[in-house]
């Protein structure tokens, strides 16, 4: 948004742009945001060898490793979601994402026979929780957990309530695809949702939302092509290959954006006419689907406005 009274701050963490608006002029809290999200980082991680998570990780097979509160809650919280019927999210995918290596040098179709190989080793069932002791232990050799698809909406709650506590009232953070909010300056912040396969600025439409996390997953954001298939980031844990159907991409609207992380996957493998079936019996989370033939769907709108910001698209709600 263009106003003047906003102060913008930008990091590279996490392998992206980050963006903090906020309204005051204040780098010192800037700083200490941009080192909380350093410290969550290094904790989460599974691109370098020494997070938390990549403790867990080494000790596959072997032993429990016991781990901090917040990144074993996490834990928690994303077996839970990989356990719901016919999930298409899973905490275990690591030895699938691996082998794929989609946005890294040399990604190519792996053979069937590794893929099946590898899908015998993310079952998240073998994700073994210890309450009391907060430890992890993956009971099969070569597990790995990965908690790509969550970790920056997780950080992105830990921003939020970290600057709610500094008597921050309007703000808003961008971890690269998750945006999280406070407060409603001029009404409301607004977010643009990307046109798929476009330029970066490129808009379907924008939405204004108040106090509210907006979270988008799309298969435009990492790919490779081979055989004249498009072959994506998001993998369908069922099959071992990335999540096929007719969508571009799915913006989750919700209070928490650890919520929107794992319901933008949810619904990624439900498609349009599942995920708005199971979103009427959810209040708190809303659905914006861009399908590849150009179709917008909202799953309701109880908590955003839209403006619709390309002709070639077509709103079906
Ligand atoms: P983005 O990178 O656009 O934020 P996501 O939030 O959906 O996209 O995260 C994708 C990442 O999540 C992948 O790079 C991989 O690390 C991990 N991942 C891929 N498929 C799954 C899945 N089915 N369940 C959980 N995590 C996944
Ligand atoms: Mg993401
Ligand atoms: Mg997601």
């Not at 963006?19 to 002029?25: I, N, P, R, V």
């Not at 204040?26 to 700083?31: G, Q, R, W």
């Not at 899908?119 to 073994?128: A, C, H, N, Y």
């Not at 945006?179 to 300056?185: E, F, H, I, K, W």
Request: glycine share 8%; with cysteine; charged share 20%.
């Amino acid at each position: 948004m263009s106003d003047s009274r906003v102060w913008s701050y930008s990091a590279v963490l996490m392998g992206s742009p980050i963006l903090l608006k906020l309204f005051s002029h204040d780098e010192a809290l800037a700083s200490r945001v941009f080192s909380l999200i350093k410290q969550y980082e290094d904790l989460l991680t599974v691109n370098r060898a020494d997070s938390q998570v990549m403790d867990i990780n080494h000790a596959a097979g072997r032993h429990p490793v016991v781990v901090s509160r917040p990144v074993y809650e996490l834990i928690k919280c994303a077996k839970a979601a990989s356990l719901l019927p016919d999930s298409a999210f899973n905490l275990a995918i690591g030895p699938l994402v691996k082998l794929w290596r989609i946005g890294f040098k040399g990604d190519s179709v792996p053979a069937a026979d590794e893929i099946a190989a590898r899908l015998r080793i993310t079952r998240p069932q073998d994700v073994i929780l210890d309450d009391a002791a907060a430890s992890v232990f993956l009971a099969q050799p070569g597990m790995e957990i990965d908690l790509g698809a969550i970790a920056k909406g997780f950080i992105a709650d830990r921003v939020r309530d970290y600057l709610y506590q500094q008597g921050v009232s309007e703000g808003l953070i961008n971890l690269g695809g998750n945006v999280q909010t406070l407060g409603a300056p001029q009404g409301g912040w607004s977010i643009g949702v990307k046109k798929p396969f476009a330029a970066a600025e490129a808009l379907v439409g924008s939405i204004e939302v108040v106090n509210k996390s907006v979270v988008t997953s799309g298969t435009y954001e990492r790919y490779f092509e081979q055989d004249g298939k498009l072959w994506h980031h998001i993998l369908d844990p069922r099959s071992g290959y990335p999540l096929s159907n007719e969508l571009d991409s799915v913006t989750v609207i919700s209070t928490d954006s650890l919520d929107g992380d794992i319901w933008t996957t949810l619904l990624f493998g439900l498609g349009v006419e599942k995920g708005c079936a199971l979103l009427r019996q959810r209040q708190d989370i809303e659905a914006i689907f861009v399908s590849k033939n150009r179709e917008i769907t909202l799953s309701s709108r109880r908590q955003f406005r839209f403006t619709p910001l390309d002709a070639s698209y077509r709103l079906t709600d």
